[in-house]
T-cell receptor, first 110, second 115 residues
């Protein structure tokens, strides 16, 4: 699996866009970028995934650079309920060996 | 909306009791998993199943068993609960093969305290 690097924590004002970066400089051609988040005391929640094109769903947008060495998860209008730890995972497919690293702890400030 | 439902959110059980944790998914997924999550240790796989009546041991199966009689349901059984099994238990499911990446969907977790 390609290694990912994320900042340990970030702050974002409520109502603003939260941009969470992830570096994955050793990503290989068939590896996807997956994003999950875990709100305190709850199970991990799938957010979005992509291969090389930018992706958008009802929760977030995923921007992947052209060289695929980094990506950004965008929460367009952050709310207090978006306070969580966000994990970037790079793999071909997610199987039983899914590993969550340290992730980014996102604090939404009122 | 995809859904993995764990039957109990919070449980308190006594040492030696038999404990059943139930999980149901409504996505017709072939794969189902049971993990436990402990601070500093991340997710650890207990058992998984790729099909009905099929089960495979994960990394920490000791003290646990599982049952998958129907595709949508995967049960975790603690034969004789011990205090070191106090943890958050997570059920998850995924599709077996996909050409567009895949996702694993998790339940909300079951917090088990063994006293």
């Amino acid at each position: 699996d390609a290694k990912t690097t994320q900042p340990p924590s970030m702050d974002c004002a409520e109502g603003r866009a939260a941009n969470l970066p992830c570096n994955h400089s050793t990503i290989s051609g068939n590896e996807y970028v997956y994003w999950y988040r875990q709100i305190h005391s709850q199970g991990p929640q799938y957010i979005i995934h992509g291969l090389k094109n930018n992706e958008t769903n009802e929760m977030a947008s995923l921007i992947i650079t052209e060289d695929r060495k980094s990506s950004t998860l965008i929460l367009p209008h952050a709310t207090l309920r978006d306070t969580a730890v966000y994990y970037c995972i790079v793999r071909v497919v997610l199987d039983d060996k899914i590993i969550f690293g340290k992730g980014t702890r996102l604090h939404i400030l009122p | 909306d995809v859904k993995v439902t764990q039957s109990s959110r919070y449980l308190v059980k006594r040492t030696g009791e038999k404990v059943f944790l139930e999980c149901v998914q409504d996505m017709d997924h072939e794969n189902m998993f049971w993990y436990r999550q402990d601070p500093g240790l991340g997710l650890r796989l207990i058992y998984f199943s790729y099909d009905v009546k099929m089960k495979e041991k994960g990394d920490i199966p000791e003290g646990y068993s599982v049952s998958r009689e129907k595709k949508e349901r995967f049960s975790l059984i603690l034969e004789s609960a011990s205090t070191n099994q106090t943890s958050m238990y997570l059920c998850a499911s995924s599709r077996q093969n996909s050409n567009s990446g895949n996702t694993i969907y998790f339940g909300e977790g079951s917090w088990l305290t063994v006293v």
